[in-house]
């Protein structure tokens, strides 16, 4: 006896920020017949893992405009995910940086961007427990802003089902199935399913999928180690985020932690645990920028994926000779920032025909391949 098929109008692969943003779009404007299946348990993988910060700071136009495009979204969940606007600090210490720094505000505020230079006298005297010796150029946006990445999460995932998406949890997809140039749907650990449009936004583990198919996806695995530790009164209730990238180093409050960044290395193993020993050097590295956490106690901390690309920037459209297939992948460590535009772009590709809100040309999945 033959068995049957199961079939949805629009699967999508991956229940992370993007995959649940999508379906949460999608369902909410009417879609019918919307399945998120994941390896694992929903919202679990990468996206819980981040940061949890957002940011308009971004060198590049096409990343500002999904920063300012997705805010109202967090804006609205509010303090359901602990949603602080309490500004991030870009510091610079290498020669070039002062430059780099004018011409990315310059772009930022003509983008509507609330963003200014600081000088390192400046920093000090505004932000006292700042350390700013050897920072040559600085940046200040008041709205860029910290939240809860695992609330952020529960809620997205509760909203999507809530709008009338399914969200399958523990099914593998193991490949994707073809009917001449057409993606017709996927093989899973749990069956066949077929789909009327497929949507890939399963992070780092989106390459292997693609590559059933013979589409190569040129997305790494870069493994980052964040820490946390207590909270101190030492620091204002609404610390800024402060970057130091010439450091490699970060630290940000919110309301229930002080997080610090570890070490960053790629990676070909994307289950291997955090080694909580790693945050006695990050809390070294970072108490340089802001001495006073020096000795504070360590609470906890996770390892997490970024899925990288060579340029920084996501994939997210079609390629060629794949018809029916959507791919939203690669945002190299942007995605929960930038889910909700996401989710915007795609549903209007599935159901209006074309991305409006925003032309997404420059992030061609493809764009590699083509120079």
């Known amino acids: 006896m033959e068995q049957t098929v199961e079939r949805v109008e629009v699967l999508i692969i991956g229940a992370g920020s ?4 999508i379906a949460e779009e999608l369902a909410g404007r009417g879609q019918q017949g919307v399945l998120v299946v994941d390896r694992g348990k929903a919202g679990d993988g990468s996206s819980s893992r981040a940061a949890g910060g957002l940011r308009a700071q971004f060198p590049t136009e096409i990343n500002v405009r999904m920063t300012l ?14 949603w602080v606007e309490s500004g991030y600090i870009y510091l610079g210490r290498n020669p070039g940086k002062p430059e780099e720094y004018q011409r990315n505000v310059a772009m930022q505020r ?18 006292p427990w700042l350390n700013a010796e050897g920072v040559i150029a600085a940046t200040w946006c008041p709205t860029d802003a910290v939240f809860d990445q695992v609330k952020f999460m529960d809620v997205l995932v509760e909203r999507a089902q809530a709008a009338g998406a399914e ?3 523990g099914v593998a997809v193991t490949g994707l199935r073809m009917d001449g140039d057409r993606v017709v749907g996927v093989e899973t650990t749990a069956g066949s399913i077929e789909a009327g449009v497929t949507v890939l936004a399963a992070g780092a583990w989106s390459p292997p999928i693609a590559a059933t198919v013979g589409l190569t996806l040129p997305v ?3 493994r980052r180690e964040i820490f946390t530790f207590e909270r101190t009164p030492a620091l204002p209730e609404t610390t800024p985020f ?8 970060y630290i940000a409050q919110n309301v229930n932690d002080l997080r610090m960044s570890g070490g960053m290395s790629v990676s070909d193993n994307p289950e291997a645990p955090v080694n909580l020993a790693n945050g006695e050097a990050a809390q070294s590295s970072v108490s340089q920028l802001v001495p006073v956490v020096a000795g504070l106690r360590q609470t906890g901390g996770w390892a997490g994926l970024i899925e990288s690309t060579p340029d920084g920037h996501a994939l997210l459209g079609t390629a060629s000779g794949y018809d029916g ?4 992948t690669g945002f190299s460590g942007h995605g929960v920032m930038h889910a909700p535009v996401t989710a915007t772009l795609v549903a209007e590709m599935i159901l ?10 420059s992030l061609a999945p493809t764009r590699f391949a083509e120079g």
Not at 242 to 249: I, K, N
Not at 352 to 361: C, E, K, N
């Open 220 to 222: 790494g695995m870069v």
């Open 69 to 82: 495009l997705s805010q109202p979204y967090f804006r609205e969940m509010g303090d359901t995910i602990d």
């Open 110 to 127: 003509a983008l509507g961007v609330d963003v200014e230079m600081v000088d390192p006298d400046t920093l000090e005297s505004r932000w």
């Open 352 to 361: 209006d025909g074309a991305p409006s809100t925003l032309d997404i040309a």
């Open 18 to 21: 993007i995959g649940c943003a």
């Open 167 to 169: 969200v399958r949890e």
């Open 242 to 249: 402060v970057a130091d990238f010439d450091l490699g180093r």
């Open 325 to 328: 297939l959507i791919i939203a």
